[in-house]
Structure formats: C-alpha cells, structure tokens
C-alpha cells in the first residue's frame, strides 16, 4: 500500500556517505534510522529513480539545490534526496551536483525504504532492477503533509518549484 497524506513515514533505514567526521558520525557510509532524523524536523524529501540518470541528474536534484534556500525560508529544516543506490554512489553523485550541504543524499541500497513508502518501481526492463518512483513529500515531524507521486516517465509534479508553491 502506498504511503498517503496524514500518515506516519514507515520505520527504516537510509545510509548516507559522510564526507567529514564528526558529531557521532565517521568517515563514509553512516547508516541512519529515519524515525531518528525526521523527529521534531520539517523535511523535504524527493525521491528518483537513479544516480547520474538524465531527468535525476539535470533537472530533479538542480532545482532542489536552487530552491533550497526559499524552501528553507518557508519553514524546510532539511532536505533529502533518496535513491536505490549505494551511499558512495549517492556521495559521489551528491559531490558532482555540488548537493554537499545543501541536499543530504540519502542511500536506499536495497530499496527496503522505498518498498515500505509502497513507493518501489520494477525498471528491470532497463536493466535497473527495483527502483524509487519519482515523487516529492513534505513530513512534518515524521507524518507526511504533502505528497506529489510523479505518473511513469513524468517529471511535473514532485520537483522542487511546486514544492515550494505547496508551502504557500
């Protein structure tokens, strides 16, 4: 069942690649449990299909980067991107898209979050195996406020500018 609007985010995990060690946190990939990281938070969170894909790579994660200071100004504490990748590819895509300190790229390696959001997409005929849908969501202490799931091969509706519109 697919997560919805009023609902609590599903217990789980996400890695992310620390690039500076510090604050209980080492070097490289650090896991996390997100019912810890999205307390007392407003979160947004887009999740995609894959690293280094085209509509991941030159327009999703761009416009979360442009936007994040207006997002944050309206209220975001944080923002994620989430992929079923691992988290040094998801460090190294982050440092490419210059997303370091902007946007926390976070790992869902074997795609257990996404699966849990009911939010998984088989792209095995690309070769991809179990991927992320693209969507967007605003969570507000660990509830979902506001979920935009983007319709197969579309990208309309879960990036950041409509986000942004969504926080009013």
């Not at 500076?20 to 990281?37: H, I, K, Q, R």
């Not at 926390?104 to 991927?131: E, H, I, P, V, W």
Request: hydrophobic share 40%; aromatic share 8%.
């Amino acid at each position: 069942m697919t997560i919805q609007t009023g609902d609590k985010l599903p217990a789980g995990q996400l890695a992310e690649f620390i690039e500076v060690e510090g604050n209980g946190c080492s070097l490289g990939p650090n896991t996390f449990e997100v019912a810890d990281l999205v307390k007392g938070k407003t979160i947004a969170i887009f999740g995609l299909p894959g690293a280094y894909t085209p509509t991941c790579s030159a327009q999703h994660v761009p416009g979360y980067i442009e936007h994040a200071a207006a997002l944050k100004a309206k209220g975001v504490d944080e923002i994620w991107c989430i992929s079923v990748n691992d988290a040094f590819v998801m460090g190294a895509w982050g440092r490419d898209q210059k997303a370091t300190g902007i946007v926390r790229m976070m790992a869902d390696g074997n795609a257990a979050f996404s699966k849990a959001l009911g939010l998984d997409a088989d792209f095995s005929k690309y070769g991809m195996g179990t991927r992320s849908q693209r969507y967007s969501m605003l969570v507000k202490d660990g509830v979902v406020t506001q979920l935009n799931v983007e319709a197969g091969g579309k990208f309309e509706v879960s990036d950041a500018a409509t986000m942004l519109k969504q926080l009013g």
